[in-house]
T-cell receptor, first 113, second 110 residues
Framework: EPEVTQTPSHQVTQMGQEVILRCVPISNHLYFYWYRQILGQKVEFLVS????????KSEIFDDQFSVERPDGSNFTLKIRSTKLEDSAMYFC???????????FGNGTRLTVT | QKEVEQDPGPLSVPEGAIVSLNCTYSNSAFQYFMWYRQYSRKGPELLMYTYSSGNKEDGRFTAQVDKSSKYISLFIRDSQPSDSATYLC??????????FGAGTRLTVKP
């Protein structure tokens, strides 16, 4: 069964550094998402992306964050200057249509020291 | 009132029991309702997906949506130790901004 893949599985970075989290969505899916889960807390919506544009973003997704689909298969989340509170699991998801269910990857654990 | 409320548990049941998991919500605009299962250190895995009110059954799993009460449920029949996981309810107007519950941690004891 096709799946969403995320790399790396664990990323450790120092505060103030830039990180790029990578995702390969399911190949025939058109909608892409990033979610975040701080340890012990809810899964939270960050951003959705369609047709090479952000379609929705939450208040969490501030100017520190950006997303990109640099080629036909990858979808990336960049955090420009990481803060301690950015430490979390970051999940990429994709869906075939806007009203199709989301399929999630296994996440990247980001640790900011 | 939180937009989506879910009792975090933990919930522990013996093998073979019927499990009932529930969420309430406050936003009447939600139309899509989902249940995800999340194992430790893994991403959420879609279990059930329903649109609007009604019941949906898939094997041992039954999802119910009552929009008039703003209440959704997931029932697991003949629970197995492999069902031990965290169960997340999620809902959205459209899938762009899906809202999750806190998750209920379930343990099924052999």
């Amino acid at each position: 069964e096709p799946e969403v893949t995320q790399t790396p599985s664990h990323q450790v970075t120092q505060m103030g550094q830039e990180v790029i989290l990578r995702c390969v969505p399911i190949s025939n899916h058109l909608y892409f998402y990033w979610y975040r889960q701080i340890l012990g807390q809810k899964v939270e919506f960050l951003v959705s992306f369609y047709n090479n544009e952000i379609s929705e973003k939450s208040e969490i997704f501030d100017d520190q964050f950006s997303v990109e689909r640099p080629d036909g298969s990858n979808f990336t989340l960049k955090i420009r200057s990481t803060k301690l509170e950015d430490s979390a699991m970051y999940f990429c998801a994709s869906s075939e249509y806007m009203d199709s269910p989301l399929h999630f990857g296994n996440g990247t654990r980001l640790t900011v020291t | 009132q939180k937009e989506v409320e879910q009792d975090p548990g933990p919930l522990s049941v013996p093998e073979g029991a019927i499990v009932s998991l529930n969420c309430t919500y406050s936003n009447s605009a939600f139309q899509y309702f989902m249940w995800y299962r999340q194992y430790s250190r893994k991403g959420p895995e879609l279990l059930m997906y329903t649109y609007s009110s009604g019941n949906k059954e898939d094997g041992r799993f039954t999802a119910q949506v009552d929009k008039s009460s703003k209440y959704i449920s997931l029932f697991i029949r003949d629970s197995q130790p492999s069902d031990s996981a965290t169960y997340l309810c999620a809902m959205s107007r459209i899938n762009n901004d899906m809202r999750f519950g806190a998750g209920t941690r379930l343990t099924v004891k052999p």
